[in-house]
């Protein structure tokens, strides 16, 4: 075999006239998506034995919950995973593209309802007067089922848009999602309840706040904001020595301080998509010379 050759001209089928990879290179991001799913399964359960566990007088420190939010994220990146190898090995398929689609939906949309249902207001306060009880429960209720409904929403746009275009289209050389990503919202989610040490939420104002934050990010998945991708990083280039001190200090943050910094990588990047069209919008309407020639649009031209 010779060593010059690239992982996707390697892969390639030497009876195949048209350059196809061989059917053994389809099973790899096959692979990894299954590992989505099974960790999405994983999840679930494990959100239920907290539950069990919970519900037997343990409404302190879960190791269940605890689990299951560390399955999730371990989901995510099995999932930014098989994508990758996708493309990198020239794999891509409608049917790969619809399998992962169905593993996101149980990893990223059931899997984290179920987790936040359970941790987030199952077990609230029964000291709760019973009329704000009855509505912060029917409230959890339908939430829990917008998130869920948002996200697979979310999924089937990905799907059948073609070169999606964000309402406030950003730098032309990079790659950005519509809407806020679902792997992204899941993670929110499940790095909450891994910082505040998987203790089920108890008082009422607590629960509220934890249910405004799911009907943010069910909105903010179907919003057309715009997200970084960063599909557009060439993993395989050479990097600068800065990039590997950089590299370096992530997995020291990782492996010491993994809750709070788990915790500022998702609110930073859900926050991020605010706060581009936050200031999209400030500039838009302060300056609106500068905004349409931002926008490749001359000033007075017709729209």
């Known amino acids: 075999m010779n060593p010059r050759l690239s992982i996707r001209d390697r892969l390639i089928d030497p009876n195949s006239p048209d350059r196809r990879p061989r059917r053994a290179a389809y099973a790899l991001p096959t692979f990894f998506t299954a590992g989505n799913l099974f960790l ?137 999602f519509v809407g806020l990503p679902i792997p992204a919202a899941a993670g929110l989610v499940a790095a909450i309840v891994y910082f505040l040490e998987s203790q089920p939420l108890v008082y009422w104002p607590f629960v509220v706040a934890w249910l405004a934050l799911l009907a943010l990010l069910s909105y903010l998945m179907l919003c057309t904001w715009r997200y970084r991708s960063f599909k557009d990083l060439n993993l395989m280039r050479p990097r600068s020595p800065i990039t590997v001190v950089l590299v370096g200090m992530v997995i020291y943050a990782l492996w010491f301080f993994s809750k709070p910094f788990l915790l500022l990588l998702c609110v930073g990047y859900v926050m991020s998509g605010i706060l581009v069209r936050l200031v999209g919008s400030i500039r838009r309407h302060f300056f609106p010379r500068r905004g349409l020639q931002h926008a490749g649009v001359e000033p007075g031209a017709s729209r």
């Open 40 to 176: 999405g399964f994983l999840a679930i359960l494990q959100a239920i034995e907290g539950a069990l566990y919970a519900a037997g007088g343990h409404l302190g420190p879960n190791p269940h919950f605890e689990l299951a939010a560390k399955v999730i994220a371990f989901s995510i990146f099995f999932d930014g995973l098989d994508g990758r190898i996708a493309r990198l090995t020239n794999t891509t398929s409608d049917f790969g593209r619809e399998l992962d689609s169905l593993a996101d939906v149980i990893s990223f949309g059931i899997a984290p309802a179920v987790l936040g249902f359970v941790w987030g207001f199952y077990f609230l306060d029964p000291a709760t007067p019973e009329p704000l009880r009855h509505y912060i429960m029917q409230a959890g209720y339908f939430l829990m089922f917008c998130f869920v409904l948002c996200g697979a929403a979310r999924l089937a746009r990905f799907n059948v848009t073609t070169n999606p275009k964000p309402r406030n289209p950003g730098r032309p050389d990079r790659k950005y």
